[in-house]
C-alpha cells in the first residue's frame, strides 16, 4: 500500500507547515537535500521568495526558474554591455589628440614629424588592445574575438573593425603590434620627403602616404563613433528588459 500523502502537502508550489520545509512538485527538499542549507535555511530561503514573487512563479517551480535565470542573464548582458561602453569611451578619448593632430596639420598643410603621429596614435592602440583583450572573454553579448591559425579573424563586428583600422594604422605608420620602439624608418613606410611636404604645404600637391592615413583616420572615427552609440543603444535596451522583467516578476512587491 502506497504511503499516505501529509494533508497538508500540495501538489507543485511550496508547503512551509513544517521546518524541513518541504518543495513538492520537482524535488522534494527535506532537511537533508539541498546541500549546505538547513531546513531553517530553506524556510527562510523560501520565506524571502514569498515576499516578493507572485504566487503563480511559487505555484509554478519552472517558471520561478526560467525567470530568476532570466534576471541572471539580464544582469551578466547589462555588466558586458557596460565594460564595452567603458572600454570604446577609453579608445575615444586617447583618438581625441590624434584626430585633432590629423586636423591641425590638414588645415594647415603640415604633415607632422613621423615621431609626433606615433606618439599621438600609440595610447591609441593600446586601448585596442586592451579592448580586443577583453573581448576574447566576453559570453553573454556575442561571440568571443578570436585571431584563427589562418590570420582570419572570428567574433563581433565591433572586436574585428577595430582590430583591422588598428592594425592598418599600425602598419602605416611602422609600428609593431607590440607597440615596441619601430625598426622600420621613413623610407620603409613612405613617408613624404621633404620636397614633398614644401610641395604639399605650397602648391597643394597630393601626398599618397598622407592621404590614405587621413582615410584611415576618418575610418576609424566612424567605426567608434558608430560602435560608441551601439553599445548606448544596447545598454540601454538591456536594461529596459530587465525592468520590464522587474516589473513583471515582482508586481506584487
Known amino acids: 500500500m502506497p504511503p499516505r500523502k501529509s494533508a497538508n502537502k500540495q501538489e507543485g508550489g511550496i508547503d512551509l507547515t513544517s521546518e524541513s520545509a518541504s518543495i513538492t512538485g520537482r524535488e522534494v527538499a527535506g532537511r537533508d537535500n539541498i546541500k549546505g542549507l538547513t531546513g531553517k535555511d530553506v524556510v527562510q530561503l523560501v520565506d524571502t521568495l514569498l515576499k516578493h514573487f507572485p504566487q503563480r512563479y511559487l505555484d509554478n517551480p519552472e517558471e520561478l526558474d526560467k525567470t530568476l535565470s532570466d534576471f541572471r542573464g539580464y544582469h551578466e548582458k547589462l555588466h558586458e554591455y557596460k565594460e564595452l561602453h567603458n572600454a570604446v569611451n577609453d579608445i575615444l578619448i586617447a583618438f581625441e589628440q590624434f584626430r585633432a593632430e590629423m586636423d591641425r596639420a590638414n588645415t594647415l598643410?603640415?604633415?607632422?614629424?613621423?615621431?609626433?603621429?606615433?606618439?599621438?596614435?600609440?595610447?591609441?592602440?593600446?586601448?585596442?588592445?586592451?579592448?580586443?583583450?577583453?573581448?576574447?572573454?566576453?559570453?553573454?553579448?556575442?561571440?568571443?574575438?578570436?585571431?584563427?591559425?589562418?590570420?582570419?579573424?572570428?567574433?563581433?563586428?565591433?572586436?574585428?573593425?577595430?582590430?583591422?583600422?588598428?592594425?592598418?594604422?599600425?602598419?602605416?605608420?611602422?609600428?609593431?603590434?607590440q607597440l615596441a620602439a619601430p625598426d622600420t624608418t621613413k623610407e620603409d613606410i613612405g613617408y613624404p620627403s621633404q620636397l614633398q611636404i614644401i610641395s604639399f604645404?605650397?602648391?597643394?600637391?597630393?601626398?599618397?602616404?598622407?592621404?590614405?592615413?587621413?582615410?584611415?583616420?576618418?575610418s576609424f572615427s566612424d567605426a567608434s563613433s558608430h560602435h560608441m552609440n551601439s553599445a548606448d543603444k544596447q545598454l540601454r535596451q538591456t536594461a529596459q528588459e530587465l525592468y520590464n522583467l522587474s516589473n513583471k516578476a515582482l508586481s506584487n512587491y
Not at 606615433?118 to 592602440?125: E, L, Y
Not at 563586428?157 to 582590430?163: L, R, V
Not at 602648391?203 to 576618418?218: D, K, N, Q
Open 109 to 177: 598643410r603640415a604633415v607632422p614629424e613621423l615621431s609626433v603621429l606615433r606618439k599621438r596614435w600609440r595610447p591609441v592602440s593600446m586601448n585596442v588592445v586592451a579592448l580586443l583583450n577583453w573581448s576574447q572573454t566576453i559570453k553573454s553579448i556575442g561571440k568571443p574575438f578570436q585571431l584563427l591559425a589562418d590570420k582570419s579573424k572570428s567574433g563581433e563586428d565591433w572586436a574585428i573593425q577595430f582590430s583591422g583600422l588598428q592594425s592598418r594604422i599600425n602598419e602605416h605608420l611602422g609600428m609593431s603590434e
Open 201 to 218: 604645404q605650397r602648391l597643394g600637391t597630393r601626398i599618397p602616404w598622407w592621404e590614405t592615413l587621413s582615410e584611415l583616420t576618418s
